[in-house]
């Protein structure tokens, strides 16, 4: 079969790698893939957004499934297109990528439904929301609505510097008309899950937990990123609360979404923290996670090829969908300077060893040559028998790969196998 996969960076080499151990997997395309994803498929240089793009070259190849994997294409409507041309999808349509792609219909859908989460108030006017912050609680949280590279979330530890952001998405439009309404909700405290979940609509399956690391440098100090690396499962998510979660958030969430009339289909992402009062939601993104995939696939060992397609023809609860008892770990490589300025173009060696375990989110190739070409260049996974192992082995594997300017945390896991001693 001829696959397509939309994206082009860690989470989709993931993907990539996992879909072709499936022998009915015989060709692949990456739209617009990088440097380093074109070791494992054909790379086509169609960007995500380019909606025209990807369906009149689904259309010419003949794509028989296609895999819509960034937030970007899924809410504007990009499986919706393929699926016009009866091109099977992996992804939610867009009435259902809203989960995402507006914080305020999530946050107004978990409130009409009771799904917990942090209280909040919806703004669209600036003036009304600089008054509510004159006695809101502090700290609070200020979240643009639609979609902002995951930067649109500002923890504000004062009043004025909450007005601060609130100024810098209404009146600068820092985020574009993604700040056009925001969101203003209260300060939760407590360790972070992220759980991804498979979902024909009908039927939730989740995948096995894993805990981001969102901040740039070591201690979770400095700048939100993209996630500077990964580990799964997540020690914080116990089987107990593994129960609470599903019926109180993953089930509901489900019938909330096929109440609404926006069936979700593809994989659903819950980013959750575990506070004193239960597990709350955080956020909903409509896509698996990166780079929590590249720490939750290789961990996956029922085929996912065959998962995929079975959450798209809705016959998920005949598949099986089963996890290994190891532990994985994934360090992000970044150029010096991510997230904020960073130069690119240097040459990039993997060496063959851990080429397998190696996801690569921004290389090209300029002359024969692999060259950086993003802040995060990389990631390097491990799988052992305990999380001790994986993050030792992940560090070590990170030594064979090389490029001047790299930079990387030296603590990924650190937080999760301290809560493993205790
Ligand atoms: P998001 O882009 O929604 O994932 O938010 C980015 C990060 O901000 C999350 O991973 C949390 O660490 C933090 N965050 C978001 N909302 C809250 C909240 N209500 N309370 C505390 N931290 C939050
Ligand atoms: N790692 C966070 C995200 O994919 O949104």
Redesign the pocket.
């Known amino acids: 079969m001829k696959v397509m996969v939309v994206g082009g960076g860690g989470r989709e080499h993931a993907i990539i790698k996992k879909i072709k151990e499936n022998p009915k997997v015989t060709e692949v395309f990456c739209l617009p893939g990088n440097g380093g994803i074109a070791a494992d498929a054909v790379c086509v240089p169609i960007q995500a957004k380019d909606l025209d793009g990807i369906t009149e070259f689904a259309l010419k190849e003949k794509i028989d499934y296609a895999i819509v994997a960034p937030d970007d294409p899924l809410v504007l409507g990009c499986v919706d297109r393929l699926v016009k041309h009866n091109i099977p999808c992996f992804g939610p349509l867009k009435k259902a990528a809203i989960i995402e792609g507006s ?1 305020a219909f999530s946050k107004n859908l978990m409130k009409k439904y009771k799904i917990p989460t ?1 209280a909040y108030e919806i703004f669209s006017d600036m003036q009304e929301a600089l008054d509510y912050l004159d006695t809101a609680p502090i ?1 609070t ?1 200020i ?1 643009a609505d639609g979609l902002a590279l ?4 500002i ?1 504000a530890q004062t009043r004025e510097e909450a007005k601060n952001a609130v100024r810098s998405m209404m009146e600068e439009k820092v985020f574009g008309a993604s700040g056009d309404q925001i969101v203003i ?5 407590g360790p ?1 899950v992220t759980v991804l979940s498979f979902t024909d609509g009908k039927t939730v399956v989740p995948m096995i937990s894993s805990m ?1 690391h ?1 901040r740039a440098g070591d201690n979770d100090e400095g700048l ?1 990123t993209g996630g500077m690396g990964t580990i799964a499962p997540n020690p914080y998510y116990t089987p107990e609360i593994a129960e609470i979660c599903m019926e109180k958030i993953f089930l509901p969430t489900i019938k909330a979404m096929n109440a609404e009339g926006r069936i979700f289909k593809g994989c659903l992402y819950f ?1 959750l ?1 575990l506070t004193e009062n239960g597990p ?1 939601v ?2 909903y993104n409509c896509r698996f996670g990166d780079p929590e995939t590249q720490v939750v696939l290789p961990l996956l060992e029922s085929d996912l090829f065959e998962i995929m397609q079975a959450v798209t023809e809705g016959r998920l609860s005949e598949c099986e969908v089963k996890f290994s008892d190891k532990a994985c770990c994934c360090v992000v490589a970044a150029s010096e300077g991510y997230p904020v300025a960073y130069e690119k173009g240097f040459p990039l060696t993997v060496d063959p060893s851990v080429a397998d375990s190696t996801y690569i989110a921004g290389a090209a190739i300029k002359d024969g040559q692999l060259v950086t070409n993003g802040g995060r260049v990389l990631g390097v996974t491990a799988t052992a028998d305990t999380l001790k192992e994986a993050v030792d082995a992940a560090y070590e594997k990170l030594g064979k790969v090389h490029f001047d300017n790299m930079y990387y945390r030296h603590d990924i896991g650190a937080k999760a196998l301290k809560a493993t001693e205790v």
Do not use: C, H, R, T
């Not at 995951?150 to 979330?153: E, F, L, T």
């Not at 909700?185 to 405290?189: A, C, G, I, N, P």
């Open positions: 914080k942090a700290p949280v979240k995951g930067k649109g979330v923890i909700e209260e300060f939760l405290e972070e981001d969102k939100n980013g923290m709350k955080i956020e």
